[in-house]
Nanobody, 123 residues
Framework: QVQLVESGGGLVQAGGSLRLSCVASGRQFSRYDMGWFRRAPGKEREFVAVISWRGGSPNLADSVKGRFTISRDNAKNTVYLQMNSVKPEDTAVYYC????????????????WGQGTQVTVSS
């Protein structure tokens, strides 16, 4: 079992930056691939970024490439999403997720989810 708690959301102006954090508790965090997803009002949840358990092979959605970065610190059981040059369309609840069955499975059906943190980008 893995418990995930996100933080770092808030209100930011377009063009600004935010860093989201997700702290995991439970066993063997370092063996889990980690990801970020988001759900905008009235829309389905969508993939944002994923990183392998080793910290390599980051994969980002086209909509955030060049603006967002995913990273992790296994010593701190934490995964980060650095959001730069944010846009109003980035407004959403951002969720952290974890899975051990591979990054492809992570993207389609992650096993563990946090409660989410709200990010609101004003124009």
């Amino acid at each position: 079992q893995v418990q995930l708690v996100e933080s770092g959301g808030g209100l930011v102006q377009a063009g600004g930056s935010l860093r989201l954090s997700c702290v995991a508790s439970g066993r063997q965090f370092s063996r889990y691939d980690m990801g970020w997803f988001r759900r905008a009002p009235g829309k389905e949840r969508e993939f944002v970024a994923v990183i392998s358990w080793r910290g390599g092979s980051p994969n980002l959605a086209d909509s955030v490439k060049g603006r967002f970065t995913i990273s992790r610190d296994n010593a701190k059981n934490t995964v980060y999403l650095q959001m730069n040059s944010v846009k109003p369309e980035d407004t959403a609840v951002y969720y952290c997720a974890a899975d051990r069955r591979g990054m492809t499975t992570m993207i389609s059906e992650a096993s563990y989810w946090g409660q989410g943190t709200q990010v609101t980008v004003s124009s």
